[in-house]
């Protein structure tokens, strides 16, 4: 059975950090394109940022570059997104994708910058 668990959010105010985590199972984690996604209310759904399985090569959205960074463990089939320097404007639910032969999507983490 396939699971994407994303953990990690939560309120913090304008400034300060959090790392979301998500944890995979049930396929093949280091074959895949892992990403984050975030939607924010009234919103569509966007690329946060994107980690390639074999290179480990990232690819950012402008609004978050500088100041997010993803990353992945495959020992332990996690991947990560490091967030610095939190806006108002990065408050949304932060969801995990994976992508290969098959598209998977965690339920999400809700991330709320506010003071």
């Known amino acids: 059975q396939v699971q994407l668990v994303e953990s990690g959010g939560g309120l913090v105010q304008p400034g300060g950090s959090l790392r979301l985590s998500c944890a995979a199972s049930?396929?093949?984690?280091?074959?895949?394109?892992m990403s984050w996604y975030r939607q924010a209310p009234g919103k569509e759904r966007e690329l946060v940022a994107r980690i390639i399985s074999g290179t480990s090569s990232t690819n950012y959205a402008d609004s978050v570059k500088g100041r997010f960074t993803i990353s992945r463990d495959n020992a332990k089939n996690t991947v990560y997104l490091q967030m610095n320097s939190l806006k108002s404007e990065d408050t949304a639910v932060y969801y995990c994708k994976a992508s290969g032969t098959v598209v998977y999507w965690g339920q999400g983490t809700q991330v709320t910058v506010s003071s």
């Open positions: 049930g396929f093949t984690f280091s074959t895949y394109v």
